[in-house]
């Protein structure tokens, strides 16, 4: 216990390593992925404290109160509706003992550090992530893009042009069935699993040791 406390004091017991494929199920926060919808984990990061899983649909991080408490808080943020930014890696030099990895999804920034020992991974989900904000800007790009197209279109129907309520009805129906396909389904990322298998390409250590 005083050990483990003494780390906590130190800062160390919160520097991180990647955890292997074949022990994702081990971890907390495997119990808080929707298997129902096919939802599963590219990459985690797990610390005395915190794990930081990365799943084709969302970041769950599962925050630790401390290195020697069992509570935790359960987060949850989606990449459909929240956009990942200011994504950046601090290299360890020579006398550290850790990198760190920086990013912000919606509004909440994170820093992990996570050992040295496990760069080339790192470099792995920083590139993910970059790819995947990129793809999130393309998307919104695109359903800002149709909202425009709706209003231009809009404004070329005159409704002395339309016949009867049921053709209004139909305009308005067709309209907000080819809007909603658009924001909703077409210009929507949900799943990035194929990001994260294009570059999550390094495999850590078969058993590694906090």
Not at 28 to 56: Q, R, V
Not at 77 to 95: D, K, P
Not at 103 to 131: H, N, P, R, V
Request: hydrophobic share 45%.
């Amino acid at each position: 216990m005083f050990k483990k406390l003494a780390a906590e004091a130190l800062g160390v017991s919160d520097i991180g390593i990647i955890v292997p494929a074949h022990e994702y199920n081990r971890v907390d926060a495997d119990d808080y992925l929707f298997h129902e919808d096919a939802e599963h984990i590219f990459f985690l990061i797990k610390s005395k404290k915190d794990e930081y899983c990365f799943t084709n649909l969302a970041l769950i991080h599962v925050d630790g109160d401390s290195a020697v408490s069992s509570k935790r808080m359960i987060r949850r943020y989606e990449y459909a509706s929240q956009r990942i930014g200011y994504v950046a890696l601090e290299t360890a030099g020579n006398l550290d003992m850790d990198v760190e990895l920086k990013f912000a999804i919606g509004e909440t920034a994170f820093s992990i550090d996570i050992k040295k020992t496990f760069l080339d991974q790192i470099k792995d989900i920083y590139k993910a992530l970059i790819a995947i904000g990129r793809q999130q800007g393309r998307d919104a790009a695109a359903r800002e893009n149709a909202g425009r197209a709706l209003d231009a279109l809009g404004s070329m129907l005159k409704l002395g042009n339309v016949s009867g309520e049921a053709a209004v009805v139909a305009h308005y129906d067709a309209l907000l069935a080819a809007y909603n396909a658009a924001t909703l389904e077409r210009h929507l990322t949900r799943d990035f699993g194929a990001f994260f298998q294009r570059y999550i390409q390094n495999a850590p250590p078969a058993t590694p040791q906090a």
